[in-house]
């Protein structure tokens, strides 16, 4: 079956950087575009990042714009969040998710997500 | 990149109906059919309810439907069940090729 996995939150001090990994398994990775999404404590869903199934195309939410990246490897079936410049605003849990087709159709698969805390 | 506007609370009794709405604009909700409805319960991850406005995914329960009027679209629950409480979310797609998610509703099933 589908399942997407997050790897790679943790603690880490503001201004540092961190990457997060999602493992792809069960689907043709390398066709469908995919999404990281994050939720704050107490907070809602905030959409952070989208890349294309060939990866040309990215577009990213304007509160990320400018200090994370999101890439992907179709050879290893992972997509990545490299994250910079981390504010505590940053705090989240971060779920990737697999889109319906390359990037405009939505989200349907969701990992269970990876925790992120700034904090100094 | 403001937040869709949903309320952010509903409530209804076992066997009753309740609807969600989720406003945005003519860049948002009302200019593209790709509108989502998610359920979540804390600590897992979201489930897709509803893809393209009104469309169910396999192996969802048709008492969940969706619809749009103008730049304001609906879930509609019916048949409420104690195991449909949890948050409720809409995304749509932007003119900006991004991605906007609503506030977020709490279903509370009495």
């Known amino acids: 079956q589908v399942q997407l996995v997050e790897s790679g939150g943790g603690v880490v001090q503001p201004g540092r950087a961190l990457r997060l990994s999602c493992a792809a398994s069960?689907?043709?990775?390398?066709?469908?575009?995919m999404h990281w999404v994050r939720q704050a404590p107490g907070k809602g869903l905030e959409w952070v990042a989208v890349?294309?199934?060939?990866?040309?195309?990215?577009y990213y939410a304007d509160s990320v714009k400018g200090r994370f990246t999101i890439s992907r490897d179709n050879s290893k079936n992972t997509l990545y969040l490299q994250m910079n410049s981390l504010r505590a605003e940053d705090t989240a849990v971060y779920h990737c998710?697999?889109?319906?087709?390359?990037?405009?159709?939505?989200?349907?698969?969701w990992g269970q997500g990876t925790t992120v805390t700034v904090s100094s | 990149q403001s937040a869709l506007t949903q309320p952010a609370s509903v409530s209804g009794s076992p066997g009753q109906s309740i609807t969600i709405s989720c406003t945005g604009t003519?860049?948002?909700?009302?200019?593209?059919?790709?509108v989502s409805w998610f359920q979540h319960h804390p600590g897992k991850a979201p489930k897709l309810m509803i893809y393209?406005?009104?469309f169910r995914p396999s192996g969802v329960s048709n008492r969940f439907s969706g619809s749009r009027s103008g730049n304001t679209a609906s879930l509609t629950i019916s048949g409420l069940q104690a195991q449909d409480e949890a948050d409720y979310y809409c995304?749509?797609?932007?003119?900006?090729?991004?991605?906007?998610f609503g506030g977020g509703t709490k279903l509370n099933v009495l």
């Open positions: 995304s749509s797609y932007t003119s900006s090729s991004t991605w906007v």
């Open positions: 003519n860049s948002d909700v009302g200019g593209y059919n790709y």
């Open positions: 998710a697999k889109d319906l087709d390359d990037f405009t159709y939505g989200m349907d698969v």
């Open positions: 069960g689907f043709t990775f390398s066709s469908f575009g």
């Open positions: 890349i294309s199934y060939h990866g040309s195309n990215k």
């Open positions: 393209e406005v009104s």
